[in-house]
């Protein structure tokens, strides 16, 4: 087990997992979403999947023991532990630059597109563009009809999960810096989360 590291609030990490290797990712405050993403660490094009996940699942939201697949079908990390309420967004794209505009931003605003591609250069990776990400914690109800709301995170402080690697990948976790609407919580005020290595 490795020590403690954190994802600081608005900003992304990226991290290295061998086959076999755990990631716990914790939602330390509660009320934070973590937009996480995941690569073939020997084949970038390679990736996590929501697309792909749904045809999986049969469903939008993964739950303990589900595999999470990539755009070649096969999983390439397994939902292992889910000590939250489970409800995890596999539907809504990670903000980017326009996003904030359409919301009425006039300056830049961090956001989880660019935390991703900052991510990975601090590693010496790069992405060709940015899939959509398995948003932990974040609440998405969908409604009978088909249509969403934006709802607050059900997790508590200290609820984590823990993913772990079918092969050789690259996670990159982003704590979401959406401080316009309440998906963060209803003060709207992003937190860091915390994470650590597990053998």
Same mark, same amino acid.
């Given at each position: 087990?490795?020590?403690?590291?954190?994802?600081?609030?608005?900003?992304?990490?990226?991290?290295?997992?061998?086959?076999?290797?755990?990631?716990?990712?914790?939602?330390?405050?509660?009320?934070?979403?973590?937009?996480?993403?995941?690569?073939?660490?020997?084949?970038?094009?390679?990736?996590?999947?929501?697309?792909? $996940? #749904? =045809?999986? /699942?049969?469903? +939008?939201?993964?739950?303990?023991? *589900?595999?999470?697949?990539?755009?070649?079908?096969?999983?390439?990390?397994?939902?292992?532990?889910?000590?939250?309420?489970?409800?995890?967004?596999?539907?809504?794209?990670?903000?980017?630059?326009?996003?904030?505009?359409?919301?009425?931003?006039?300056?830049?605003?961090?956001?989880?597109?660019?935390? $991703? #591609? =900052?991510? /990975?250069?601090? +590693?010496?990776?790069?992405?060709? *563009?940015?899939?959509?990400?398995?948003?932990?914690?974040?609440?998405?109800?969908?409604?009978?009809?088909?249509?969403?709301?934006?709802?607050?995170?059900?997790?508590?402080?200290?609820?984590?999960?823990?993913?772990?690697?079918?092969?050789?990948?690259?996670?990159?976790?982003?704590?979401?810096?959406?401080?316009?609407?309440?998906?963060?919580?209803?003060?709207?005020?992003?937190?860091?989360?915390?994470?650590?290595?597990?053998?």
């Amino acid at each position: 087990m490795s020590d403690l590291q954190v994802v600081p609030a608005r900003y992304g990490r990226a991290v290295h997992l061998l086959k076999g290797q755990a990631i716990q990712i914790i939602n330390t405050h509660g009320q934070q979403v973590v937009d996480t993403w995941c690569f073939n660490a020997h084949d970038m094009s390679e990736f996590m999947s929501m697309e792909h $996940l #749904h =045809a999986t /699942l049969q469903g +939008i939201f993964p739950a303990k023991g *589900d595999g999470l697949t990539t755009n070649r079908r096969r999983p390439i990390l397994i939902m292992e532990e889910d000590t939250s309420p489970g409800r995890h967004d596999t539907v809504i794209a990670a903000c980017d630059v326009h996003r904030y505009a359409a919301l009425g931003c006039t300056q830049y605003h961090n956001n989880c597109t660019d935390n $991703l #591609h =900052a991510a /990975l250069a601090q +590693i010496d990776r790069r992405a060709a *563009d940015c899939p959509a990400p398995l948003n932990l914690w974040m609440n998405i109800p969908v409604g009978p009809d088909g249509k969403i709301t934006w709802g607050e995170p059900l997790s508590k402080p200290g609820d984590h999960v823990i993913l772990r690697a079918m092969i050789d990948c690259i996670v990159v976790m982003s704590a979401c810096p959406q401080d316009l609407i309440p998906i963060n919580g209803a003060a709207c005020k992003p937190t860091e989360v915390h994470y650590r290595l597990l053998n």
